[in-house]
């Protein structure tokens, strides 16, 4: 069998495809945005434990009165929402890489948690948010309404 692929076009496709993929790996985003590239939308660790899951959201410089969490379904929704002052015109900015002030962070959770049990606390700058599991006994009951 010939290795000859046909191609009406004249050029080879799996070259271009080559360089697009070259680009796409070696791009750097200061390349394009430059060193002032803010990033508004915190980074989040997750960890399951044997009896809870954890999750770490980094969001320094904020408050514990500036996060909202509710659960509406099986979506847990982190979100800070904070009017910054604006900067004095004496001040001028030099870099900016962080700004978590106003942002929102959605997780779809399973019905193994226990959403009515949801802890959250704020310290160095990580919102520390438990979301415990539910007991065996309380996987396997299910509620039936009577009509």
Same mark, same amino acid.
């Given at each position: 069998?010939?290795?000859?692929?046909?191609?009406?076009?004249?050029?080879?496709?799996?070259?271009?495809?080559?360089?697009?993929?070259?680009?796409?790996?070696?791009?750097?985003?200061?390349?394009?945005?430059?060193?002032?590239?803010?990033?508004?939308?915190?980074?989040?660790?997750?960890?399951?434990?044997?009896?809870?899951?954890?999750?770490?959201?980094?969001?320094?410089?904020?408050?514990?009165?500036?996060?909202?969490?509710?659960?509406?379904?099986?979506?847990?929704?982190?979100?800070?929402? %904070? !009017?910054?002052?604006?900067? &004095? *015109? +004496?001040? #001028?900015? =030099?870099? /900016?890489?962080?700004?978590?002030?106003?942002?929102?962070?959605?997780?779809?959770?399973?019905?193994?948690?226990?959403?009515?049990?949801?802890?959250?606390?704020?310290?160095?700058?990580?919102?520390? %948010? !438990?979301?415990?599991?539910? &007991? *065996? +006994?309380? #996987?396997? =009951?299910? /509620?039936?309404?009577?009509?």
């Amino acid at each position: 069998m010939s290795n000859y692929k046909f191609n009406s076009f004249g050029f080879n496709f799996d070259d271009l495809g080559k360089a697009v993929d070259d680009f796409v790996t070696n791009i750097k985003v200061n390349d394009i945005f430059g060193t002032d590239a803010t990033n508004t939308i915190p980074a989040v660790n997750s960890f399951e434990h044997t009896e809870y899951l954890e999750l770490q959201v980094a969001a320094p410089g904020l408050k514990k009165e500036d996060f909202e969490l509710h659960v509406e379904g099986d979506v847990l929704t982190i979100s800070a929402n %904070v !009017s910054l002052e604006n900067e &004095s *015109e +004496e001040i #001028k900015v =030099k870099r /900016k890489e962080f700004n978590y002030s106003t942002f929102k962070r959605t997780f779809c959770l399973t019905d193994k948690f226990d959403y009515q049990h949801i802890k959250a606390k704020y310290e160095a700058g990580v919102l520390l %948010v !438990s979301i415990p599991k539910k &007991s *065996e +006994e309380e #996987k396997s =009951k299910i /509620k039936v309404e009577v009509l």
